[in-house]
Each structure stands twice: as structure tokens, then as C-alpha cells.
């Protein structure tokens, strides 16, 4: 996935792949994104958030087009605390570093970056520049006030259009490698409404955002409005997180109203904490692990598949022998 590619470009491999997904889905004359011919659609992309970087292999390996590191799943899942604007542009990095360092570049790492880490342009031409030595290949920066809350909760705020297309222009501005992606997020709906959030999402591309996340829609009919707005080559998130705002739609589903790319930030991070407090749960109560061993865990085995864990000990064993 490039940045040029998101504007209309071509690209081999997940490079224009965002491209093609867009451009063929409809547009503001009445393209099949906003109905019907949902079959002529090319496949909605789907994008797997990792809680780190063993998880981004399962996701590489699963066979999704993408990877992401949720603000929330790093505040949760590495801090121990909630999403409300805590977590540091170093906390996000550590995460991201440790991902990109195993996870293939042909397998795009998306990074949730709030909104910017600090009140000054600075602080986001910052995270941007440090975002792409990571190795990310894109980011989304929102529009919410510093004191940043859930996208799913409630009591949010939002800068002003003004102010998020600064910010975005900050981001363009210190964008050093030309397939990096900028993502602008919207949490306006909620806070202003459906014509306010789509007069912003227009403002935000043509600020010089490559794709936008419209966060916590609440129908199908709310992404078939963005997509008529924005035309038919720009890339738009569908964000499926569990217990929200949004209802789980299906990829054909959102395909069809004119997502790009669906988004499952925190599925595997939920699923874990669940299988975690289970397995805790079994320790106890048995007094040892054996039946945990046998219905609640991965065997050795296929916990070394993910990390190809013999080939590295075959490494080590020929260096040893040579």
C-alpha cells in the first residue's frame, strides 16, 4: 500500500491494492458503491490488530492484507490502562519496532497515532518521521480534542476543521517517504452530526489526507453517504470493533456501501483476555494446569510454527557444528 498508490497510483503486491479497491466503488454519479453490482466490487481489504509482535505473525499468517496497532490495544494491552490520550508516541514505537522487526513489509503495518501526540505541529511531524524509521506504512491522526476519549464512548470533542487540517498538513509536510500513508479519522459524527462529518472528511483530503476513517457510524446508509462524497478513488475504513457504536457488518456488506477496508482493532486482544482469564481460571480451580494443557491451550508445537522456531534452532545448530 503506497501513498501514491491511495491517490490513483498503480503498485505490485499490496502496493494499489487500497487503489483498485476504491476505484471500483462507485462514486458521486452513481457508481455501484452506493448500490447494487456489489458483486462486480473488488474484495474489501481487511486489516487484523496485533496487541504485539507474536500476534502480528498470526494475523500475516491468517492471511489478512494488513496489520494495526490500536492506540486502545497498546494503552490496554502493553500499559495496563485506558484509552483517554495517555499512552506516549514512545509506547506506540516500542510496539511498532517489535512488529515490522518480524512481520514482512508485504504485509502493511496501519498505526493508530491519536491525535499527534502533543498540541504543537512539531510534536506531529515528530510521530511521522518516527512512525516511518519504525517501518510503519501508515498512520490515522483524528480529529478529537488532546484530552482524547474512545471512539466508542461517550462525551467526545473535536478540534475544529480548521485545526485537524493543520494537522493533517503537518503530517504531509514531514512525510519523508512518498508510499507512506496518511489516514485522517473523523469522531464528528457523534459529536456534530452526519453533514458536519462528511464536510470535514471532504476538508480533511483535500488537506492532503490519502484515506479516511469515519469513526462509530452507526448504518450502512452512514458509509454510502462518505463514499458519494468523497468520490470513488479514496479509500475508506470501516472500523468493526466488537461492543460498539458500529454493528458488525459483513465484508460484502461494507463493500457494497463503499468501505475499502475493514478494521478489526482489538478481536484477537479480546479473544485473548478471554482465554486468559479461563485458563487462570482452571489453574485455580483443578489445582494445577493438566486440563488446561489439554482444552485450553496451543501445544508447544504450534506455538513454533508461528515464530518458525526450528529454523532458527537448525541455524544455531549448524554454527555450532561448522
Not at 479497491?21 to 474484495?43: E, M
Not at 482452571?282 to 494445577?288: C, T
Amino acid at each position: 500500500m503506497s501513498a501514491a498508490a491511495m491517490r490513483g497510483g498503480g503498485g505490485g503486491g499490496v502496493v494499489g491494492v487500497l487503489s483498485s479497491s476504491s476505484s471500483g466503488g462507485g462514486s458521486a454519479s452513481g457508481g455501484s458503491a452506493s448500490g447494487g453490482s456489489g458483486d462486480l466490487l473488488p474484495p474489501i481489504l481487511k486489516c487484523a490488530g496485533a496487541l504485539n509482535a507474536y500476534t502480528a505473525l498470526q494475523a500475516h499468517q491468517a492471511g489478512f492484507d494488513m496489520i494495526y496497532v490500536s492506540g486502545g490495544g497498546v494503552a490496554l494491552g502493553s500499559m495496563g490502562h485506558p484509552d483517554l490520550g495517555i499512552t506516549t508516541l514512545d509506547d506506540v514505537l516500542t510496539d511498532v519496532r517489535r512488529i515490522t522487526r518480524v512481520v514482512p513489509p508485504t504485509t502493511p503495518l496501519l498505526v493508530d497515532i491519536d491525535t499527534g501526540f502533543g498540541t504543537s505541529q512539531f510534536a506531529i511531524k515528530r510521530a511521522i518521521k518516527d512512525m516511518i524509521s519504525a517501518g510503519a506504512a501508515a498512520v490515522h491522526i483524528e480529529d478529537q480534542v488532546l484530552a482524547k476519549r474512545c471512539g466508542h464512548r461517550p462525551n467526545k470533542a473535536v478540534v475544529s476543521t480548521e485545526e485537524m487540517c493543520a494537522r493533517i498538513s503537518a503530517a504531509v509536510e514531514a512525510r519523508t517517504d512518498p508510499d507512506f500513508v496518511i489516514m485522517a479519522r473523523t469522531d464528528a459524527l457523534a459529536v456534530e452530526g452526519i453533514d458536519s462529518a462528511l464536510e470535514r472528511a471532504k476538508a480533511y483530503v483535500d488537506a492532503g489526507a490519502d484515506a479516511i476513517f469515519p469513526e462509530a457510524l452507526t448504518e450502512l446508509e452512514q458509509y454510502k453517504a462518505f463514499r458519494e462524497k468523497l468520490g470513488p478513488t479514496v479509500p475508506i475504513l470501516a472500523n468493526m470493533t466488537e461492543f460498539g457504536k458500529t454493528p458488525l457488518y459483513t465484508g460484502e456488506q461494507l463493500k457494497t456501501a463503499g468501505a475499502t477496508l475493514a478494521l478489526y482493532p482489538l478481536s484477537a486482544f479480546r479473544a485473548q483476555s478471554r482465554a486468559a482469564a479461563e485458563v487462570y481460571a482452571a489453574i485455580i480451580n483443578d489445582d494445577g494446569n493438566a486440563r488446561a494443557e489439554k482444552e485450553l491451550m496451543h501445544t508447544r508445537e504450534q506455538t513454533y510454527a508461528v515464530i518458525d522456531y526450528h529454523a532458527y534452532e537448525k541455524a544455531m545448530d549448524d554454527a555450532e557444528g561448522s
